[in-house]
């Protein structure tokens, strides 16, 4: 695919919540943002980093990769110039028959269909430092009621920051119902699966994944940064309960308490307040 069509697409109910604009190109719906800025560059390595991390632990997340725009039409937040690099998010949508929604009210959560490989998301945002808002979308499915795709991870490895040791949570922005959790024993089982995963997760493959991004993005001194990121990462995956407990210690989950709910085993992680 060397250019976007000229259309866009609305994503249903609300499209403020991406900040960037959507192009179709035949029944494919994509989602891509300039990178412009040393944030942005930031940003969209860990976007292409992170989301195949996502995809190895098997957490349901929308592919990113780089791309120039060529013959690119005005786009909803400002003109992109030839040949600007972008970083580009297929959305798992066929426009042609389905429906996406970047919002879905509490009461359809026992309609997600992939929720529990969807809520592995709590050990795995822990785990990559996830410092902003959760950024998903919803797609009707005949079969499965709804399938929930995590969007670009431009938050994890805390941010900008680059470094995994910055506090997950940064603003008070991970809550509890991101993961479509509604009682301990959820939350306490999306944790265990979550941590399953990363411990099968072989942490060399983040050196393929920093190879997937265009070397044009780099600068001196950043793969240092990230061989410092693996090894934090390493260390950060055999602390996994100690850092949830931290997180709930620190108040770092702003919705309403979960409900403690009884005959829970001894030694099991407890997430009401």
């Given amino acids: 695919m060397s250019a976007f069509p000229k259309k866009t697409i609305t994503i249903k109910p609300s499209t403020r919540t991406f900040g960037t604009f959507h192009v179709l190109a035949g029944s494919h719906c994509y989602m891509a943002s300039p990178v412009r800025t040393d944030c942005q560059r930031k940003q969209a ?9 996502l995809r190895d632990l098997e957490i349901p997340c929308a592919m990113s990769f780089s791309m120039a725009m060529e013959d690119a039409a005005d ?8 040949g600007e690099p972008l970083l580009v998010t297929q959305l798992p949508v066929n426009v042609e028959q389905e429906r996406a929604y970047d919002i879905l009210p509490w009461d359809c959560r026992s309609r997600i269909g992939n929720r529990e490989g969807f809520s592995k998301l709590l050990a795995a945002d822990i785990w990559l430092c996830r410092v902003g808002p959760q950024r998903a979308i919803y797609v009707r499915s005949p079969v499965h009621g709804f399938l929930a795709t995590i969007l670009s991870r431009g938050d994890l490895f805390g941010g900008t920051a680059w470094s995994t040791w910055k ?11 991101d993961y479509w959790l509604g009682s301990a024993s959820d939350a306490h089982s999306a944790f265990a699966r979550g ?3 990363i411990n099968r997760f072989d942490v060399e493959t983040l050196d393929k994944c920093y190879q997937a991004c265009p070397p044009e993005w780099m600068r001196a001194g950043d793969r240092e940064i990230w061989q410092k990121i693996k090894s934090e990462l390493e260390e950060r995956r055999l602390l996994l309960p100690t850092l949830l407990s931290e997180c709930l210690d620190k108040g770092v989950f702003r919705d309403i308490p979960l409900v403690e ?7 099991e992680i407890r997430l009401s307040a």
């Fill in 45 to 53: 390595i860990n976007s292409i980093i992170g989301t195949q991390i």
């Fill in 75 to 82: 786009a909803t937040n400002g003109d992109i110039d030839d």
């Fill in 167 to 177: 506090a997950p949570g940064d603003g008070g922005r991970m809550m509890f119902r």
């Fill in 195 to 197: 941590v399953e995963a």
């Fill in 261 to 267: 709910e009884e005959n829970m085993a001894p030694g």
